[in-house]
């Protein structure tokens, strides 16, 4: 069965907000993309958290079952930790004294869930995602109240004119890497390695991908305007029109989940997409979404160290024509902690100086022309983004990845 758009109370949520503040006359959200698909969202002085994963997974610890090449992140070697040093620096150059009031997990793979329990546990604020993502929090000491599993199609008033709609969605790849791509759910929390009280990242093993993804459509209603934006941190082409069915449970298709999210919020066209997949998933969620601005999301690899700052400049020059064949203006990432300012005139960039200080970043990332030529012959969206949709070793694409990873230590002074 489909699950119809229901409005949900969520206690947890509604006592972490508060009593609702003054409310500004002009709709406005602070958008701070922080790697990956980490993204702190900003309305006044409410901050939602999404995945906030800094830990950063050796790659070399994961391998493919046999048969199943592409499937490369499907088991571990060995069990990990969360890398507490990381998220304590993380949190006094991002937050400082500041609270943090929600944390969101788009879908329960290692690089959006891992250290999602443990921001929780640091800073109190409660979390919302699937049924995985919630067991997870539950094996890292998160009391099962203080997570939320959602499956798409609720809805929360945040308070201040904030509606916040869950639009269940799907994982990227295809048939050729299951494992990591098709719905799969925990049904009882991982239990940690006894010798070193980590866990097994791998996507068949502890961390799948939790039933598909988590996607989130906001509103903000405030004197007499609306703004509005959608957020994606996983797709795939594959099957975006296909149901996504969990245990003989059918939660609708991604794309009919959408409308139906528009159609709730009452919505025809959202103020920015900030989304992953390139051309081939923008062909299929624009005609419903018809964003007015593009953010890009999850493309700057998955394991790359995050303390250099941005790994290598945004490229994808099929999806930003297609961008402007639909009239929408496009916002690349130039350095870790971005921020964009989105109100109804359009978006400004903020190069969020003050806090890239504190990290260690440049203000905008420089590189070398080595580094600027790799990229040239690649896309983005095809050898980083979005778990590696697309990725197939032995390759070019394998082989240019591996050029830019070498090349990373080349940055330009």
């Known amino acids: 069965m489909t699950r119809r758009i229901t409005a949900l109370a969520f206690a947890v949520v509604v006592s972490a907000f508060g009593a609702p503040a003054a409310q500004a006359q002009t709709p406005r959200v602070e958008l701070t993309w922080m790697s990956i698909a980490n993204w702190e969202m ?3 002085d409410k901050r939602i958290w999404m995945d906030a994963y800094f830990t950063r997974l050796p790659q070399a610890g994961f391998y493919p079952p046999p048969g199943l090449p592409n499937d490369q992140y499907a088991y571990t070697r060995t069990a990990q930790a969360v890398d507490m040093d990381s998220l304590r620096k993380v949190r006094e150059a991002a937050l400082g004294a500041a609270k943090l009031d929600l944390l969101l997990v788009g879908h329960s793979h290692w690089d959006h869930s891992w250290d999602s329990p443990s921001w929780v546990k640091m800073t109190g604020a409660p979390m919302i995602g699937g049924t995985s993502s919630c067991l997870q929090a539950v094996a890292q000491g998160v009391p099962a109240s203080g997570c939320r599993s959602v499956s798409g199609g609720e809805k929360f008033d945040l308070g201040d004119g904030i509606t916040m709609r869950v639009v269940r969605f799907n994982h990227s790849g295809d048939a050729s890497n299951p494992i990591q791509h098709f719905a799969r759910e925990l049904y009882r929390p991982p239990v940690p390695d006894p010798a070193n009280g980590g866990f097994r990242a ?33 797709a795939s082409a594959f099957d975006l029109d296909k149901d996504i069915v969990v245990d003989g449970v059918s939660y609708g298709s991604p794309l009919n989940n959408l409308r139906a999210a528009m159609r709730d919020a009452g919505l025809t066209q959202v103020d920015a997409w900030i989304g992953t997949g390139g051309k081939p998933v923008a062909e299929m969620i624009v005609p419903i979404a018809r ?5 890009p999301n999850h493309w700057d690899g998955l394991f790359n160290a995050f303390w250099p700052g941005l790994p290598y400049p945004f490229k994808d020059d099929a999806l930003q024509a297609y961008l402007r064949e639909q009239n929408i203006a496009f916002h690349p990432q130039k350095q870790y902690f971005d921020k964009f300012i989105l109100t109804k005139a359009g978006v400004q960039v903020d190069a969020n100086a003050a806090v890239k200080q504190k990290l260690g970043f440049a203000t905008e990332q420089k590189f070398s022309k080595a580094m600027t030529d790799a990229v040239a012959l690649v896309d983005s969206t095809r050898v980083g983004e979005d778990c590696g949709e697309g990725f197939e070793p032995p390759s070019k694409w394998a082989n240019m990845f591996a050029t830019m990873e070498a090349l990373r230590g080349q940055l330009a002074p």
């Open 42 to 44: 900003k309305f006044g």
């Open 202 to 234: 791998g996507v068949g093993e502890d961390y799948p991908n939790g039933g598909g993804n988590r996607a989130f459509l906001f509103t903000v209603d405030r004197g007499g305007e609306q703004l509005s934006f959608f957020i994606n941190n996983s």
């Open 291 to 295: 964003p007015r601005h593009y953010i």
